[in-house]
């Protein structure tokens, strides 16, 4: 009966890397997931979701940035060179 538990410990496990990994958790962060997890340290847990929240609206605000640069560029490329 043991091997079943096991079993079905490994496939939840595998199913929280996944999701990890689909939300962009590198290795790092995911064995600091499972070491907090293991050690029931929950608000370790709630800080490294929090920190990489906060790491992905970073990324989207430095993208939205490029895209507004980019964006003024085409508008004075347009109104420069092409008579718009």
Do not use: P, T
């Amino acid at each position: 009966m043991m091997i079943k538990k096991e079993m079905i410990a490994n496939k939840k496990q595998e199913k929280i890397v996944q999701w990890l990994l689909e939300i962009g958790f590198k290795s790092k962060e995911i064995d600091a997931f499972f070491d907090y997890f293991n050690h029931h340290q929950e608000n370790l847990i709630y800080e490294l979701f929090k920190n990489h929240r906060q790491k992905i609206l970073n990324q989207i605000h430095e993208k939205e940035h490029q895209i507004s640069q980019l964006d003024y560029f085409l508008s004075q490329f347009k109104k420069n060179f092409q008579g718009g």
